[in-house]
């Protein structure tokens, strides 16, 4: 049975860093793409990031909002995803979703194009 499990999150202060991890189990990263989204108080859940790593083609994408900030990447040995979020700002407070998608292109984000999800992890980011 798929299940995907973030951690990682916690209180951050703004300029700071924090590393959520997806750990995957019971399907094999080769065939899949596992996005990242967030949803804060009040607001619709939004794509964060994507990732496809198989052998025969590879792919990352991030929202405007986080390009430059963020950093996406997967270890297989390990059945993991990461996203690294450096200069964080108090505007990327939300819970963390990660989610994936068998033979997803991850040419776009959209939480409608994901069918299995993770429970979430909360990130605040306040002085």
């Known amino acids: 049975q798929l299940q995907l499990v973030e951690s990682g999150g916690g209180l951050v202060q703004p300029g700071g860093s924090l590393r959520l991890s997806c750990a995957a189990s019971?399907?094999?990263?080769?065939?899949?793409?596992i996005g990242w989204f967030r949803q804060a108080p009040g607001k619709e859940r939004e794509g964060v990031s994507c990732?496809?790593?198989?052998?025969?083609?590879?792919?990352?994408n991030y929202a405007d909002s986080v390009k430059g900030r963020f950093t996406v990447s997967m270890d297989h040995a390990k059945n993991t995803v990461y996203l690294q979020m450096d200069s964080l700002k108090p505007e990327d407070t939300a819970v963390y979703y990660c989610?994936?998608?068998?033979?997803?292109?991850?040419?776009?984000?959209?939480?409608?194009?994901?069918?299995?999800w993770g429970q979430g992890t909360q990130v605040t980011v306040s002085s």
């Open positions: 989610a994936a998608e068998k033979y997803f292109h991850c040419s776009v984000i959209r939480t409608s194009d994901f069918t299995d």
């Open positions: 019971g399907f094999s990263f080769d065939y899949y793409a």
């Open positions: 990732i496809r790593d198989s052998t025969s083609s590879s792919r990352t």
